[in-house]
């Protein structure tokens, strides 16, 4: 079965501070898909990244990068000089191409929150 | 267009009481799916559709109905509301790109159940 873990459930930093989410995934198939979504105060869940397991390359946009090891089944997200606005529940999640990608499986969630 | 959209935003319910949530999408997309978030386990999925006419459950499917009759609609039943159905419920329509499936999220309907 297929699991997600994000073992912080609630970050505090002030402003400027670097900050990095920590996401460990399992799952038994060769070809999977890992996703980041923020989700801010106002509720709705907004796409961040979208990382196929053949592709290991490191991405970075603007303050964000993220780092995707398959060796220790971990896709890490870091905000770089971090702002207010970033304040947000983050969810990593996993998926197969089985069922046609439908079967997502979310982590639990890590608050952050930045402070002025 | 408008994406996905999800009515009611809000909707109080008695324990039994059953009600239809609405979920359509103006993007042609083939795949759609329900999840309910509660608080410290994140989204998890009830039902999802891969195309009209085809339905099959997620991780959570009991006390909940769908179908999907056309490709824009994607209605989730609840048939006899109970206090565990407390939740947010969100609908996602997503298409495939080179293998790549990303979800397109609707805004979620708050759902107390009494």
């Known amino acids: 079965a297929q699991k997600v873990t994000q073992a912080q459930t609630e970050i505090s930093v002030v402003e400027k501070e670097d900050v990095t989410l920590d996401c460990v995934y399992e799952?038994?198939?060769?070809?999977?898909?890992l996703f980041w979504y923020k989700q801010p105060p106002s509720g709705e869940l907004v796409f961040l990244i979208r990382?196929?397991?053949?592709?290991?390359q490191n991405e970075i946009s603007g303050r964000y990068s993220w780092n995707f090891q398959k060796s220790t089944s971990s896709f890490n997200f870091t905000i770089t000089a971090s702002q207010v606005v970033d304040s947000a529940v983050y969810f990593c999640a996993l998926s197969d191409p089985d069922n046609y990608g439908q079967n997502f499986v979310f982590g639990p969630g890590t608050r952050l929150s930045v402070l002025p | 267009n408008a994406g996905v959209t999800q009515t009611p935003k809000f909707q109080v319910l008695k324990t039994g009481q059953s009600m239809t949530l609405q979920c359509a999408q103006d993007m042609n997309h083939e795949y759609m799916s329900w999840y309910r978030q509660d608080p410290g386990m994140g989204l998890r999925l009830i039902h999802y559709?891969?195309?009209?006419?085809?339905?099959d459950q997620g991780e959570v499917p009991n006390g909940y109905n769908v179908s999907r009759s056309t490709t824009e609609d994607f209605p989730l039943r609840l048939l006899s509301a109970a206090p565990s159905q407390t939740s947010v419920y969100f609908c996602a329509s997503s298409y495939e790109a080179g293998g790549n499936y990303e979800q397109y999220f609707g805004p979620g309907t708050r759902l107390t159940v009494t």
């Open positions: 799952t038994r198939d060769t070809t999977y898909y």
């Open positions: 559709s891969v195309g009209a006419g085809i339905t």
């Open positions: 990382r196929n397991s053949f592709d290991e």
